[in-house]
């Protein structure tokens, strides 16, 4: 194999051939994709999630991470968030030539590793190549089963609710901004896929009502958007949110609010309050839900305008947040 | 207006010093105050302000009690 | 300080059923942690707080940021910056834009580091977009130190450095109703409390100089609804303010800077309000002078009136509609800081 990535590597023909079974079929090694047919065929369910999603970020190698596996955790999240178990995810892959082909490699065995973890089968994939500076951008699809016949949807937060989150806010954000920034730490990217939580909570008969990833535009956009969508009121305390220490200076050095951090291995979960403690509970003893806490209910909704969220500050006021407003950039004046 | 916080000096190397906030560490810009290792120190964009001194919260109870008399 | 001490002091401010008071928070930040803190939720109707023109990201004009891109657009120039100054619109477009047609711009936490980017490039020439107030002028007054002392040849400065007793007496001598000041804690650190003194006995008004977080805020606003009248300075934020200030600092800034007029976004030319660089550092300066046009982008604006307190958001026909944050018609829906874009974020 040559070092970097050229055009001739998307040609179609045997360099295309080299590139996929030294790097993808070696690494994604599976029965389906195996066959390498136009399409794959797989066992199917009566019901199905799907979703889609694209990953762009820069660098493609951060603390904690990757574009590989980030698109992963993004994927198979998203599919839990409707209570959907995650069972096949396909990947186009768009390579700029003069990547390095190391870096492809460590990449894709990074992809392969965590669809491992997420206990998901790669079935199907496709590489082109443009001319470019070697960036390197991924499109997945993902599919999951409803194995415990549970739709789960944003509109269904109720009056009482409890508001669960299943660990600390902002790393991922703070990771990506970090490399950027001339400030040294050991935050690493908290990209993960939260395939246990949820299974964990569904297998427990939790009366979940709401499941939602926290990513980009944090815990502040991701609450705001449920609250709107289930018509309701969410209030939560400041005190209660977890964030590490580092992240909250991290924070503070660059003037940015922990509430709208991004994270790509967080959710938000939503249950009756009933089940409040037994869900935190089967969180914290999940993997990657250790730091799991209780931070708020959902309030009879008593304002005028449908959707609010509030919350309650450590002096005891009360603070109206609405949805990441512009692009969270650090600001120092 | 300027986003300034406090952390520790860890290591002074001459014209910087690494502070230290919960984790991060700034390669802070001094010449502004005089510092000493374990100093707590105000930073704004890199640079150390002013330090930290906690011995002046005596002059904030007498003004909080001045206050407290005015009618 | 201790919880029945903020218990005492928090139901004072709820409860406080006197004269009403508009108290000013001149600086950005405090615009933002007050939203943050929720204060607004905690204390009477009769305490109103109105934001002042302390965002330096939102006053900076126009022909600033023109000045800027085009540099920035010039071959072999970078321009390295703070985040928020990104997002600001010139009279075309903001320098975020500018990068997504070619414009070459960096984002640096500290000033500082420019200096390392100069030396492991140094075939671009470097250009510091400087805003800010007394808090960042001495770090500016260090890089031209390091320009200086370590002879380098590539960086430049392009200043909008403004200071804030003129500003604040402008809105006075304007009649902007205000009966107290929150005076900006960080610009202390570096001017000392004094700085605000004869402001205060000039026009008998308090000014209670705070810190940041929702406690030192209500400690000072305490302070300035308890006393009510009269020209005294309050140091609220003793455990880094002093009355003289920084003085290495100060003086620093007086070894490279000299007492100009500034212009600030909706208000014009304010005399005394900003700092250039000397003329014998001239040579240092990208060509910040004479960058006073403020093309003001939608005539119904209003935020020359909500930045002197006459106004608020509210009152003004673009607020929330034509005027966001994604779509900022004026200099207070700017920066995060920026008294619309605060109202919008947290009160709507």
Redesign the interface.
Known sequence: MEKVITMAHGSGGKTTGELIGAIFANEFDNEILNRMEDAAAVDGSKRIAMTTDSFVVTPLEYPGGDVGRLCICGTVNDLLSRGAIPKYITCGFILEEGLETETLKRIVHSMAETAREANVIIVAGDTKVIEGNGGLYINTAGVGFFDYDREISAEDAKDGDAILVSGTMGEHHATILGSRMSIANDIESDNAPLTDIVGALLKNKVDVHVLRDITRGGLATVLKELAKASESTFVVEDEKIPVSPQVRDFCGLLGLDPYYMGNEGKMVCIVDAKYADKALEIMKASKYGQDAALIGYVQKNEAAEKGMLYSKTSIGGLRNLDILQGEGLPRIC | ???????IVRKINGKTAEVD?????????T???DIIEGDRV??????I??????D??D??ND??KE?KA?E | MSSDYLKEITSYLREYDGDSMNIMEVCGSHTAAIAKSGIKSIISDKINLVSGPGCPVCVTPSAYVDKLISLALEEGNCIATFGDLMRVPGSEESLNIAKGRGADVEMVYSPMDVVELAKKNPDKNYIFAAVGFETTTPVYALLLDTIVSEKIKNIKLLTAVKTMPAVIEHLLAEGAPIDGFLAPGHVCVVTGSKIFTPLAEKYDIPFAVSGFSGEEILEALYGLVKIKKGGRVMNFYPKVVTEEGNTSAKSLIDKYFTPSAACWRGMGIIKGSGLKIRDEYSYLDAGSEGLNEDIKKNKACLCDQVLMGKKTPKDCPLFGKVCTPLTPQGACMVSEEGCCHTWIANYR
């Open positions: 207006m300027c986003v300034a916080l406090p952390g906030f919960n984790g991060n560490t700034v390669n802070a810009r010449g502004l105050v105000l930073v704004h964009a890199g640079c302000l002013q330090k930290v001194t906690e002046e919260a002059s904030l003004l909080m206050l005015y």
